[in-house]
């Protein structure tokens, strides 16, 4: 069993940073691959970026390329989204998510891939 806390949103004006937080309990965070996902109302649960369980590869959609990292601390259990330059288009609930362990796939941007979510954390851009 894993439980994801997120935390770290909030109302920001374009051009700013913030930088999500995820607490993930249980045994297994070390060995899942993790997601940030985003989501608005009326639309698809979209995925942000990717880290392997290993931190030694990450993924990210094409809007956020250059502008957000993802990272990990397997230790720590924590997964994070530094969020650098935000614009309007950005504002969502933000949800991290985790696959389960050992999963070998590639498919992380299938929502359907991981099974363990936290409650989500809103962040609001202004322009």
Same mark, same amino acid.
């Given at each position: 069993?894993?439980?994801?806390?997120?935390?770290?949103?909030?109302?920001?004006?374009?051009? !700013? +940073?913030?930088?999500? +937080?995820? !607490?993930a309990?249980?045994?297994?965070?070390?060995? &899942?691959?993790?997601?940030?996902?985003?989501?608005?109302?009326?639309?698809?649960?979209?995925?942000? !970026?990717?880290?392997?369980?290993?931190?030694? +590869?990450?993924?990210?959609?094409?809007?956020?390329?250059?502008?957000?990292?993802?990272?990990?601390? #397997?230790?720590?259990?924590?997964?994070?989204?530094?969020?650098? #330059?935000?614009?309007?288009?950005?504002?969502?609930?933000?949800?991290?998510?985790?696959?389960?362990?050992g999963?070998?796939?590639?498919?992380?941007?299938?929502?359907?891939?991981? #099974?363990?979510?936290?409650?989500?954390?809103?962040?609001?851009? &202004?322009?």
């Amino acid at each position: 069993q894993v439980q994801l806390v997120e935390s770290g949103g909030g109302l920001v004006q374009a051009g !700013a +940073s913030l930088r999500l +937080s995820c !607490a993930a309990s249980g045994r297994t965070f070390s060995s &899942s691959n993790m997601g940030w996902f985003r989501q608005v109302p009326g639309k698809e649960r979209e995925l942000v !970026a990717a880290v392997i369980w290993s931190g030694g +590869s990450t993924y990210y959609t094409d809007s956020v390329k250059g502008r957000f990292t993802i990272s990990r601390d #397997n230790a720590a259990k924590m997964l994070w989204l530094q969020m650098n #330059n935000l614009k309007p288009e950005d504002t969502a609930v933000y949800y991290c998510a985790a696959q389960p362990p050992g999963y070998g796939g590639s498919d992380y941007s299938d929502h359907r891939k991981y #099974n363990y979510w936290g409650q989500g954390t809103q962040v609001t851009v &202004s322009s």
